[in-house]
């Protein structure tokens, strides 16, 4: 298999997480959530109208409504935008101070917060690190990871603390895109940033629906690295010829 790109999925690809149950991603979220109204404090934001149950509750269910638009359009909604939208609800309900100084960069920082405990969670599989050292080996072989994320600054930090974020040519999120795999045109944009042209010359490497029929519509090629865990809203992958494997390293195999 002749290749001169591979874009690798981020969760459960390169890295796992631990439980992964609604409940423990639930339960980082919240303490997220709760940290972040310490920046909002340090801003003179947060003035103490609205209780932290509130607070919580209010952005639940914002998240909850965009997560149900995203999973219909392939519309990415990025943290920093909902952390925008509640606070605006919020003043002009006078439940917190005026907010007109927050800048773009205070947004992020608030998502950064947020997905804080959850990147804690995030792990590299055994084999990442060894299996990216020998792909770099290959000089005519790109690399990119392309995530389904609604925190690009999250991914991008979860790849440095692991020394991982030097082995890609690209790193691209639907949080930065704007769009959401399986959407061709998230790929295409990878692609692009990787400097390679040709689609059926890149490889997608994923653990779902999403990664390896959305790189199939986006004519590449594509391997399918099955997940030990089993999770709501499976869809059957309709990609002929597909490749399984289950482990990153076996992805060795498939390059000659």
């Known amino acids: 298999m002749s290749i001169k790109g591979i874009i690798f999925d981020y969760g459960f690809t390169l890295f796992h997480f631990d439980n992964p149950s609604v409940e423990r991603y639930y339960e980082c979220f919240k303490k997220g959530l709760l940290k972040s109204i310490e920046l909002l404090k340090e801003k003179q934001v947060w003035n103490g109208k609205i209780s ?44 917190v101070n005026k907010i007109d100084h927050l800048d773009a960069d205070t947004y992020e920082k608030l998502a950064e917060i947020y997905h804080s405990f959850e990147q804690e969670e995030w792990k590299p599989f055994p084999k990442t690190k060894e299996t990216l050292e020998k792909l770099s080996k290959y000089e005519d072989i790109k690399l990119a990871v392309l995530s389904n994320h609604p925190s690009h600054k999250m991914v991008e930090n979860s790849l440095k603390e ?56 986006a004519g590449m090629q594509t391997i399918l690295c099955e997940r030990k865990y089993k999770f709501p809203f499976e869809r059957e992958l309709d990609v002929p010829d597909l490749i399984r494997i289950d482990n990153i390293s076996e992805i060795l195999e498939h390059l000659d």
Not at 56 to 79: A, D, H, I, N, V
Not at 187 to 200: A, I, R, S, W
Request: charged share 35%.
């Open 162 to 217: 692991y020394g991982l974020f030097t082995y890609f040519d690209a790193v691209v999120t639907s949080a930065e895109f704007g769009k959401r795999k399986p959407d061709p045109g998230i790929f295409h944009y990878t692609l692009e940033k990787m400097g390679l042209t040709e689609n059926n010359e890149c490889m997608v490497c994923g653990d779902e629906y999403a990664d390896v029929v959305g790189g199939d519509r």
């Open 52 to 95: 932290d149950e509130s607070f919580l509750q209010k952005f639940s269910k914002k998240r909850e409504q965009y997560w149900r638009e995203g999973r219909k359009t392939k519309t990415e909604f990025p943290t920093s935008l909902i952390y925008r939208e509640v606070l605006e609800s919020l003043q002009e309900e006078n439940f």
